[in-house]
């Protein structure tokens, strides 16, 4: 097992591609602290972790909302109080747009965004870098295929990817010397409630059923012509967290089924 004994955070790590990350950790032997702002959902994925024979004492839910500061210092502070080291920091939480506002282009939703998916990153990196040195661990960021495609319905998601993308650069150029990796995996689209808000229109209260229809009808731009699932992300994660990525720092994977090398103009030359 690559991890066993190895302590990783997961933030929004109790449902969709966070949970496929605690759950590929866990079946590693790693000792997993859960991060999300739901109990019931945490509760769940902590469940569904001990169903498959992790221990007890191998698994940490923490409830925090890591867009506030004092919540990321906690979330490193509670961890480091149970188990005293930090080997692996994934930065999944994140949001398309915040449910509470109407207006996908107002400066809150920007605000809203940025937060979350981008001060929270910095500031959980902050707190964790003093053990993460100790430990010589690896941070591993959640992105997006979007931080390179110009999207007119999710603008500052988007935006938000592509800060995301390059702080993954420079914090390897910043921390690589001192043992630390980092990297970033960019998913396309997969399987998850998640995804389904960022597809759908602000202010949509859809079904599960009619969620996965919406996420399907990208199927046709995917070359492999079907959805990713959160366990495939899962696996380029501990790929770059392990000893299999230990030459590797500073770059982002994209995991998309091949849609960045789509040929857009293929059916115009038939």
Do not use: W
Not at 153 to 180: N, R
């Amino acid at each position: 097992m690559a991890f066993a004994g190895k302590v990783v955070i997961v933030t929004g790590g109790n449902s969709g591609i966070g949970k496929g990350i605690v759950l590929k950790f866990a079946g590693e032997g790693a000792i997993v602290v859960v991060v999300g702002r739901s109990d019931k959902t945490l509760e769940e994925t902590k469940n569904e972790v001990l169903g498959r024979k992790t221990k007890p004492e191998n698994i940490l839910l923490i409830k925090a909302d890591v867009s506030l500061k004092e919540e990321t210092h906690r979330v490193i502070e509670e961890t480091v109080k149970k188990y005293g080291r930090v080997d692996v920091l994934v930065n999944n939480a994140g949001i398309g747009n915040d449910p509470t506002l109407s207006d996908p282009f107002s400066i809150e939703n920007y605000d809203a965004i940025m937060n979350l998916n981008v001060r929270g990153v910095i500031n959980l990196c902050k707190a964790a870098t003093p053990y993460l040195l100790k430990s010589q661990g690896n941070i591993v960021n959640i992105s997006s295929i979007i931080s390179t495609i110009p999207s007119s319905h999710s603008q500052f998601y988007a935006v938000s990817k592509a800060a995301l993308d390059m702080y993954t650069k420079c914090l390897a150029s910043e921390l690589t010397p001192q043992g630390i990796r980092v990297n970033s995996v960019n998913p396309g689209a997969v399987l998850t409630a998640f995804m389904s808000r960022v597809v759908s229109k602000p202010g949509m209260d859809v079904s599960i059923e009619d969620s996965n229809k919406l996420i399907l009808g990208l199927v046709p731009t995917v070359p492999m012509k079907r959805c990713g699932e959160p366990s495939e992300i899962a696996d380029a994660v501990a790929f770059l967290a392990g000893p299999t990525g230990s030459y590797i720092s500073g770059i982002t994977i994209p995991v998309d089924g091949g849609v960045l090398i789509a040929d857009k103009y293929a059916e115009i030359f038939k």
